[in-house]
């Protein structure tokens, strides 16, 4: 099966430092990612779509210069949140797809973030 | 409001029982896809149906889908209580295959053993 894994799994910083998570496609290639965002008891909330080796598409209401992604391989999307803030806690997830045309997504495990 | 409303928001039942989940988006579609998500974990992905197909099964899943009410069920049957999590629907947008999805608001199940 496919396989996405983020990194880390875990983050607590304090504000003002910026923040890197990696998403990562084990077993195949992924030309597209998706980042969204997690809310407790909410649903996800999709903030940008990456592509690997052009610029991100953000998501109506998503800052680009507080969220900066980049898809530099084909099996490696980064979300750096920069100058993290309390409200940029939230639970990040990201996606994958095989390909243009691919119906399904494969999901990351998600990184919590905390920030003080 | 937003693409993919479900409802219930919150479902408690007993194990054996089955469990029934609603969806309804506003949009047109070319697929329609249910995903499960345990407490604090990432997505599962469930079951996919297209907009051609109006009932689908996996298991002891059965997806309906009515594109003319615009709307969409998830039934477990048999419940267990490893069936407990946060299930949502998810609508692509229909035009151009862009991949991105929209997700409702997703059903909480609890499933009391």
């Known amino acids: 099966g496919a396989v996405v894994s983020q990194h880390p799994s875990r983050v607590i910083c304090k504000s003002g430092t910026s923040v890197k998570i990696e998403c990562r496609s084990l077993?195949?290639?992924?030309?597209?990612m998706f980042w969204y965002r997690q809310f407790p008891k909410k649903s996800l909330m999709l903030m940008a779509t990456?592509?690997?080796?052009?610029?991100?598409?953000?998501e109506q209401g998503v800052e680009k210069d507080k969220f900066l992604i980049n898809h530099a391989s084909l099996t490696l999307s980064t979300l750096t949140v920069t100058s993290a803030h309390p409200e940029d806690s939230s639970f990040y997830i990201c996606?994958?797809?095989?390909?243009?045309?691919?119906?399904?997504?494969?999901f990351g495990p998600g990184t919590r973030l905390t920030v003080l | 409001s937003q693409q993919g409303e479900e409802d219930p928001q919150a479902l408690s039942i007993q194990e054996g029982e089955n469990a029934t989940m609603n969806c309804s988006y506003k949009?047109?579609?070319?697929?329609l896809q249910w995903y499960r998500q345990n407490s604090g974990r990432g997505l599962v992905h469930l079951i996919l149906?297209?907009?051609?197909?109006r009932e689908k099964h996996s298991g002891r899943l059965r997806v309906t889908l009515d594109t003319s009410k615009k709307s969409s069920s998830l039934l477990i049957t048999a419940s267990r209580a490893a069936d407990t999590a946060s299930y949502f629907c998810?609508?692509?947008?229909?035009?151009?295959?862009?991949?991105?999805?929209?997700f409702g608001q997703g059903t909480t199940l609890q499933v009391k053993p």
């Open positions: 998810a609508t692509d947008k229909g035009s151009g295959n862009t991949g991105k999805l929209i």
């Open positions: 996606s994958a797809t095989r390909g243009v045309g691919s119906d399904e997504q494969f």
């Open positions: 990456s592509n690997e080796g052009s610029k991100a598409t953000y």
């Open positions: 149906i297209r907009s051609n197909e």
């Open positions: 949009t047109s579609i070319n697929n």
């Open positions: 077993d195949f290639q992924a030309t597209t």
